[in-house]
């Protein structure tokens, strides 16, 4: 089976860094991606780490360590709209599992 | 169009009635997964179709729920007698090559209300 853990709400001010951690139990683990999703909305890609290091992309970074089952997704330069649902969701087999999300939100 | 398209956007139904959602994906994108998101919650996986064959059904949550996929391209997923914890978000997602890799194209979802 496959289990992500990540936190269920994370606060901060516009302007500011934050980071969201995902920890995962899965069995042939391929990859970690992050996908956002806007109240309402789509879950729309973010990043994919299939290798252990950093990805950047633009503000977002994401991060993998395949030997600490562990994942994070960092933003940068804090924006209201960046106030949303983020998930971490491993590749393992050929189901996407995704985690329960972790809600962002952004304060003036 | 160019992206996942889903219908209906809304859906409001009474309990024991069956409905269907439809999913067309994008054009060319072999894999298509059905998940169903609950209010504030996470994306729970119920089905999967590669090509027109459903290698894993494990994440229908009952025999009420049952899905098929034609042509390589449009799927319906089907609740049959709805009860009122069938209500959700059903998210449509295609991907251009399987394996759990790829990345998701969502639609915008369909939204099911059982009363």
């Known amino acids: 089976g496959q289990s992500l853990e990540q936190p269920s709400e994370v606060t901060a001010v516009e302007g500011a860094i934050v980071q969201i951690n995902c920890t995962y139990q899965?069995?042939?683990?391929?990859?970690l991606s992050w996908y956002q999703q806007h109240d309402g909305g789509a879950p729309t890609f973010l990043s994919y780490n299939a290798l252990d290091g950093l990805e950047e992309t633009g503000r977002f970074s994401s991060f993998l360590s395949r030997s600490d089952s562990y994942g994070y997704l960092l933003l940068q330069e804090l924006q209201m709209k960046d106030s949303a649902s983020y998930f971490c969701?491993?590749?393992?087999?050929?189901?996407?599992?995704f985690g329960r999300g972790t809600s962002l939100i952004v304060h003036p | 169009g160019a992206g996942v398209s889903q219908s209906p956007s809304n859906k409001v139904t009474e309990k024991g009635k069956d409905v269907e959602l439809r999913c067309d994906p994008i054009s060319g994108h072999t894999a298509l997964y059905w998940y169903r998101q609950r209010l504030g919650q996470g994306l729970e996986f119920l089905i999967y179709f590669q090509g027109n064959s459903a290698p894993d059904k494990s994440g229908l949550p009952s025999d009420r729920f049952s899905a098929e996929r034609t042509g390589e391209s449009v799927s319906t997923l089907t609740i049959q007698r709805t009860q009122q914890e069938d209500s959700a978000v059903y998210l449509c997602?295609?991907?251009?090559?399987?394996?759990?890799?790829?990345?998701?194209?969502f639609g915008e979802g369909s939204r099911l209300t059982v009363l």
């Open positions: 969701v491993s590749g393992g087999s050929y189901i996407p599992t």
């Open positions: 899965t069995s042939g683990f391929y990859g």
């Open positions: 997602a295609s991907s251009f090559t399987g394996g759990g890799t790829g990345e998701l194209f």
